[in-house]
């Protein structure tokens, strides 16, 4: 491999956990999107790029769904949704910027130390991939557990697939099967979601989901 | 037609009926028919699963029928056949008094045989891939199954399932390509290196640290979905709020086939020596699920958590059994899985017509269940009777086999499960006394239940306790042996 393809790679990857950075203090519903859009379209360059390096033409379909389906159907999907909703004004949170972006720090430092010290026998590429890929999926967790309104949870679930597929695709030659049904899953679970949400809007008036934990627990 | 073919058809069988009955049930508008040929469809199931015993193809890149995953498949047909003839009851009843209506009946039936066909690919897939594809299948049907009556409660239980199960299904993603990682260097690339089968052949050249992170990851994400303490939150909301059918299911069939895949990876692990035993992390997170779900027992109002949390604890056990390993252990954890699937769906069967003739799930708004609906109340009190522990059931000798196994060999640890199996014992007999016994409460309106389901189930477990026949013993030891 030479020193271009492995530094495209690198680049790429390493960007998609920045944007993870990015999206974790959005505190705006409609910049979220945007950087959740911006998030799968660095994923679908790195896919492409992956691709192209390893002479793999199956992943530009995955790359392809990143581009198409991630970038752009979802966001316009869900800024449809939320204008719909009326909820396009602020985030509420439930820690501040500085505790989530430290935690955020912490979790990448965690995803090297563990990943770069298990794969030292793996090519060097595919340890990268793997511990920025790990590196994405804990930030999506952690977004997720930082934020209560349910499309903002939604997107940090979204963000963890997306690191999903990094993984994936980084693991030089693993069958089609799996990323295909992972996008396809993506669309599922979409689906799911967008169904959710109307009905959530229907009952309660609002997405925020604390709400929905005032009904939690046992009947009294 | 040849023996081959037969063959075939029975281990294809079990996908097919399933997914065809799925699509014919989504089109057909009437209940009565629906209901009738959900049943038809699970029992053509169950045939084709027992076939498999007389005969079964050889492994192909996608399918495996072994001795293993042919006991999950039979347990979860069959259980699947018995819950599809007490929802036709139970559904009919939902639909007369207006908590479903016919658009939503036609919903819950093709999403059965789609959660019907998801288990059994998650049970017979050779490729982990496919396997988690499956077992995301039917955390999605389950979802919006828990959420079919639009209650506030109904869509939060669902909603923090949905979430919960999508993160622990991602993280076993993510186990299952750092497996794929492990296995690269060794098999190369391609479908082979997912393929079960040739995995387990070549397992011991895998790279030890990396099989270690990735059985982490499994741990927790398939963990998530077995219901273990302390990734268990979604399993009580998602037992009460769903309809009762799909508790059964849930608690009876679902757990366990995530519990299945955790232990084809932990065979994975054991075939390769330097890599970490994976027993250990196994029996403390089983021990403190066992613990954690006895006490949460006490402070219960509704029916269906209850037993929720009663399916934790017991699914902490068997996974405790499994942690432990041995062929002993081995057989314990088997025994105690297959009994509590039939037990506990049988109590829900119960459940279900209880909180049906009662109109609410508030467990002090229901009393004297054996004076208004004698036979519902002594079937649950045989149901809680068995589920507790209590000889001569099932899930005593089960329980018995799990705790003395252990005394043998780490006796402060079986000390610590029979402190949870005792508390727990009380803490369903304290809710017990006041659901069955004193003085009646709540409508005592006659029950329209179809009782054959839970009583076969009760008497299946009735005769396993007292006596269980040899070729039963030996096949069950013959699995022990496989799981190492």
């Known amino acids: 491999m030479t020193g271009i393809d492995f530094d495209t790679a690198h680049l790429l990857a390493g960007s998609l956990v920045l944007v993870s950075f990015l999206e974790l203090y959005q505190d705006r519903l409609y910049a979220l999107l945007n950087f959740y859009a911006l998030h799968a379209l660095v994923l679908a360059a790195s896919v492409a790029w992956q691709a192209f390096i390893q002479d793999a033409p199956h992943l530009y379909v995955t790359a392809a769904i990143a581009l198409g389906f991630k970038a752009i159907v979802i966001p316009v999907a869900l800024h449809r949704i939320i204008v719909r909703l009326g909820i396009h004004r602020e985030i509420e949170k439930v820690v501040g910027v500085g505790t989530a972006m430290l935690a955020g720090i912490g979790l990448v430092a965690l995803s090297m130390v563990v990943m770069l010290r298990v794969t030292q026998e793996a090519d060097p590429l595919a340890r990268e991939d793997l511990a920025f890929a790990l590196a994405v999926v804990l930030l999506g967790l952690l977004m997720m557990v930082t934020r209560r309104n349910a499309v903002s949870q939604v997107v940090g679930f979204m963000s963890l697939e997306n690191g999903l597929v990094l993984a ?17 899953s993506i669309l599922i679970a979409f689906i799911v979601i967008g169904i959710f949400l109307f009905r959530i809007r229907e ?7 604390q709400v929905l934990d005032l009904f939690r627990g046992e009947r009294r | 037609m040849t023996f081959d073919g037969v063959t075939f058809n029975a281990s294809a069988g079990v996908l097919l009926i ?26 053509l199931t169950l045939i ?51 908590r479903l209506t016919p658009p939503f009946v036609r919903f819950y039936h093709a999403m059965y045989q789609v959660l019907m066909f998801a288990m059994n690919l998650a049970l017979i897939a050779n490729n982990i891939g496919l396997m988690w594809v499956a077992i995301e299948l039917a955390t999605l049907t389950t ?27 991602a993280l076993a993603l993510f186990g299952t390509i750092l497996v794929y990682m492990a296995a690269r260097p060794v098999i190369g690339e391609g479908l082979d290196a997912m393929e079960w089968t040739v995995l387990v052949s070549r397992a011991a050249a895998f790279d030890p640290a990396l099989l270690d992170v990735a059985f982490v990851f499994l741990l927790l994400g398939y963990g998530t979905k077995v219901g273990l303490a302390p990734l268990h939150a979604w399993l009580p909301d998602a037992h009460a709020e769903g309809p009762t059918p799909i508790s059964a299911v849930l608690s009876g069939l679902l757990l366990n086939v995530a519990l299945y895949a955790l232990l084809r990876f932990k065979m994975l692990l054991a075939v390769n020596p330097e890599a970490l035993a994976p027993g250990p992390l196994m029996v403390t ?7 954690f779900a006895a006490f949460m027992l006490y402070r219960r109002r509704d029916i269906k958590r209850l037993f929720a949390y009663s399916s934790i604890e017991h699914m902490g056990i068997i996974t405790f059994a499994f942690g432990m390993g041995g062929p002993l252990a081995n057989f ?56 507790a522990g209590l000889p001569p059931l099932g899930i005593f000798m089960s329980e018995f086999l799990v705790v003395s196994s252990t005394f043998a060999r780490a006796p402060l ?12 014992l009380a803490g369903l007999f304290l809710r017990l006394n006041s659901i069955a016994f004193g003085e009646p409460r709540g409508p005592s309106a006659k029950a329209e239940a179809s009782y054959v389901p839970m009583f076969t189930h009760l008497a299946l477990v009735l005769a396993a306790g007292i006596y269980m026949p040899p070729a039963l013993v030996a096949w069950f030891q013959n699995v022990a042996g496989l799981l190492g």
């Open chain 2, 48 to 98: 084709c699963a027992l076939s498999l015993f007389f005969g079964r193809p050889q492994p192909s890149a996608y399918l495996l029928v072994d001795d293993l995953n042919g006991t999950f498949i039979v347990l979860t047909t069959f259980v699947g056949f018995t819950t599809s003839i007490f929802s036709a009851s139970y559904i009919g009843h939902e639909l007369e008094i207006g």
């Open chain 2, 413 to 424: 640890l079986a000390i610590i499960l029979v402190f949870g199996i005792l508390v727990a």
């Open chain 1, 168 to 184: 994936a695709t980084g693991a030089k030659g693993m069958p089609l099967v799996v990323e295909i049904s992972v996008a396809f």
């Open chain 2, 18 to 43: 399933p997914a065809c009955a799925a699509a014919l049930l989504a089109v057909m508008p009437d209940y009565r028919v629906t209901a009738r040929l959900n049943v038809l469809a699970t029992t």
């Open chain 2, 332 to 387: 314990a954890g088997l025994l105690h899985m297959t009994m509590h699937s039939l037990t506990k769906s049988a109590i829900f069967f119960a459940v279900g017509h209880v909180a049906q003739v009662k109109g609410t799930q508030r467990i002090a708004d229901m009393g004297g269940l054996i004076e208004t609906h004698p036979v519902l109340g002594w079937g649950l009190i045989l149901g809680v009777v068995a589920i």
């Open chain 2, 143 to 169: 979802v919006l199954m828990v959420g079919i009556y639009r209650t506030h409660e109904a869509l939060e239980a669902a909603w923090k399932y949905f979430i919960l199960g999508s993160v622990g299904i």
């Open chain 1, 203 to 209: 009952r309660f008036d609002t997405v925020d989901v």
């Open chain 2, 285 to 291: 997170l089983g021990l403190l699920s066992a613990v």
